[in-house]
């Protein structure tokens, strides 16, 4: 087998051969990823509206189904999308994590609700919960970041926040706040490079999805179909505290 | 060399794609329409042409401090708590894999769509241990049940018919299923799903690795990617050590092309940023992590004519405006990779012996260049190529012969300019309709597929003398 030092010593000694190279730069990293986070979070917030009417037309460009509502509304709205699906069982990240309790709303609705735990999983019930996810109709997550420009939904994976509460059931509803929007690409740069900031990172979860509308293949013939492995239907709740 | 030997000859290989009828329409239709669909993308995106040029020197940049990026990367991975494994061959990478599955007990393997996978030939390997191999992409998948190759870089079973798909999943399901990609969709989602759920090892290509985070990322739109890195309890990443970027702000300028170059999304639907293995307070997420780094003929290109294709990011843009691909499509080129690229990359996996005759098959027009998101040289390359191939005497004799009485001719001044109006004269009986279609004897082998242009009524030469004669 060939070792670490091996395998990088022949590409040392290739590097020491090449001659006449041009010269190149990679991108320029924030020197305080955390700080020009903040900074960019304050821009943002100003110009939130256009953000969002952005998200709105290239999330639905994508095949993903918009709604805004107010924060007493969602349990409601919630509650709407399940029964117009027939769902019987609905996962939903810790309550906690999505800043909202739509369990009372949605079980008086008779729709099975489980909640996420934040706890530490034994390996027994970790099993039991991936059943659970695996057999819901409808998984209900928050969101880090909106991305304007291209209609995506960016979140990182965590206790309570299960990576497959946006995958396993065929219908995905995301919730989101004006706080998460940002406009480019290249802005999500940013946020990528604070997260990864400091010491903290480490203890974050092992995923970070980018979600850009439901799944899709056009694998046989080009023909476009939604939801081969993902979900069919991604909607995205815009929650608005005005 | 882990390729196949290839038995039958380009020439023929060639000619059997060009009398398929169906592969024909199916090869224009897909690639006509990536083709209108890039274009597209970057029309509405103004910062497209910029950022081509950023993505093509991070690359640049990258491979001139590769060294400390790979040991960046690996430090990071580790540090999250997964393995990194060094693999000089394909047959090293697949002895590290297996060995995995076996320590693992691994049965079965689900697998999300990697060209570094392929070029490997790791699911004959896993299957010939015990391991079941599952390709999960539906074009991976389709081509796996019919035994088959991929033809196309991101659009693997382009080449098939919805009858012939129908037909391979009826036989694999003993029983009837309509000629419906809807329905095939619906099949294959309920089969795979059992699938995930049920495989030990998760085995994966990577788009990039970020050496500053020790993150890999996964760009899927079905979403097998995502199924594949968090159900089953092992997650083994196989990648090119050319794949690694030195941070996420370099990351997401290439976000920003590949979507847009392969098929004309500006995302794809699924970018999964992966970070070792999962953490003890995650509820899923395998609990082991390994990524294999691959060198397989990579690394001797660093310093070789072949740097640039180190480029490469595998979005297909080329494959799709080549006018030789879009003729034969992907099997014909006989190799995993295919296509402008493919030529690049079958050379730098297996010499350039292996592209004596591939190396001619293009005909040099630079659309691939105009379509690579990081501008790779492919024209140039190829040229260098051939002159390779020249040089270790791999082209037929009279070619060789021909070109190099060429070559002394064109260096005679006096003897080339009597070659106009003696060539105007041997011509003669041979010119139809201006061009020059059958030539007797050997020459006939240059006639046979292209006509020859016959030399002008007046040369160049010819009228520039004219002209100086006109003005003094």
Not at chain 1, 30 to 51: G, H, K, Y
Not at chain 1, 214 to 219: F, L, N, W, Y
Not at chain 2, 3 to 25: V, Y
Not at chain 2, 268 to 286: A, D
Request: contains cysteine; proline residues 6%.
């Amino acid at each position: 087998m060939t070792t670490r030092a091996a395998f990088l010593g022949r590409i040392r000694d290739e590097m020491a051969k090449t001659r006449g190279l041009f010269p190149a730069t990679t991108a320029e990293r924030p020197a305080r990823p955390r700080e020009r986070l903040e900074v960019l979070r304050r821009e943002l917030i100003e110009r939130w509206p256009q953000s969002l009417e952005r998200f709105r037309a290239e999330f639905e460009r994508v095949g993903g189904v918009f709604h805004r509502a107010r924060p007493g509304d969602v349990p409601a709205l919630l509650a709407r999308i399940c029964r117009e699906r027939d769902a019987r069982s609905v996962v939903t990240w810790d309550a906690a994590e999505l800043g909202i309790d739509a369990g009372p709303v949605l079980a008086s609705a008779g729709v099975d609700v489980h909640a996420m735990p934040r706890a530490v999983p034994s390996a027994p019930e970790r099993q039991r919960l991936r059943e659970v996810i695996a057999h819901a109709d409808v998984g209900v997550t928050g969101v880090d970041l909106a991305i304007a420009e291209t209609g995506t939904l960016v979140m990182r994976s965590a206790a309570g926040r299960p990576r497959s509460t946006s995958l396993l059931p065929p219908c995905h509803v995301a919730l989101f706040e004006r706080g998460a929007l940002v406009e480019t690409l290249a802005q999500v740069g940013i946020a990528l490079e604070a997260w990864h900031d400091g010491a903290a990172a480490d203890t974050e979860g092992a995923v970070i999805n980018f979600i850009t509308g439901p799944s899709r293949t056009a694998d046989i013939e080009l023909t476009l179909t939604r939801g081969v492995h993902g979900p069919k239907e991604v909607h995205a709740i815009f929650v608005d505290h005005d | 060399m882990s390729e196949p030997l290839i038995t039958t000859p380009l020439r023929e290989r060639a000619q059997q794609a060009l009398g398929d009828r169906f592969l024909h329409e199916a090869l224009d239709i897909a690639t006509t329409k990536f083709i209108g669909l890039r274009r597209e993308a970057f029309g509405e995106f103004p910062d497209g042409e910029r950022l081509r040029d950023r993505a093509r020197d991070i690359k640049e940049a990258t491979l001139q401090r590769l060294d400390e990026h790979l040991e960046r990367l690996i430090d990071n991975v580790e540090r999250r708590g997964g393995h990194v494994h060094f693999a000089a061959t394909a047959d090293e990478a697949r002895d590290i894999i297996l060995d995995i599955a076996r320590r693992t007990g691994a049965r079965m393997a689900v697998k999300s769509k990697s060209m570094a996978t392929e070029e490997i030939h790791l699911n004959e390997a896993l299957a010939a241990a015990g391991v079941m191999p599952v390709e999960t992409d539906l074009g991976e998948y389709i081509i796996q049940l019919a035994h088959e190759r991929p033809s196309h870089i991101i659009a693997p079973a382009i080449h098939k018919t919805k009858g012939q798909v129908a037909e391979l999943f009826a036989r694999e399901l003993k029983r009837e299923v309509a000629a419906d990609p809807e329905v095939l969709t619906r099949i294959a989602r309920a089969e795979l799903r059992e699938k995930f759920l049920e495989a030990d090892l998760g085995i994966t290509g990577a788009n990039f690795a970020v050496a500053d985070t020790g993150t890999v990322v996964l760009v899927t739109n079905e979403g097998n990617g995502r199924m594949v890195t968090s159900l089953p309890r092992v997650h083994v990443a196989v990648m090119g050590v050319e794949k690694v970027v030195p941070s996420m702000t370099d990351l997401m300028v290439f976000l920003s092309v590949l979507a847009k170059s392969a098929t004309g999304q500006k995302l794809s639907v699924y970018t999964t940023l992966i970070q070792g293995p999962r953490r003890p307070q995650e509820l899923e997420g395998p609990d082991e992590f390994h990524l294999v780094l691959l060198d397989n003929g990579r690394i001797a290109q660093i310093a070789g004519t072949l740097r640039e294709a180190l480029y490469c990011l595998r979005c297909g843009a080329c494959l799709n405006v080549c006018p030789v691909y879009r003729q034969i499509g992907g099997h014909a080129y006989g190799y995993t990779y295919p296509g402008p690229i493919g030529i690049l990359l079958t050379a730098m996996l297996n010499g350039p012996r292996s592209v004596k005759e591939l190396s001619h098959a293009s005909s040099l027009c630079g659309a691939c260049a105009d379509a690579c998101p990081v501008r790779i040289d492919i024209p140039r390359m190829l040229i260098e190529l051939r002159k390779e191939v020249d040089e270790t005497k791999l082209a037929p004799w009279p070619e060789r012969v021909v070109f190099k009485a060429f070559a002394w001719l064109i260096r005679q001044p006096p003897l080339y300019r009597l070659g106009g109006p003696l060539g105007r004269l041997l011509q003669r009986p041979f010119v139809r309709a201006g061009r020059i279609g059958t030539l007797p004897l050997f020459f006939g082998h240059w006639t046979r597929t292209r006509d020859l242009p016959p030399v002008a009524a007046r040369t160049f030469q010819e009228r520039w003398a004219a002209l100086e004669r006109e003005q003094p």
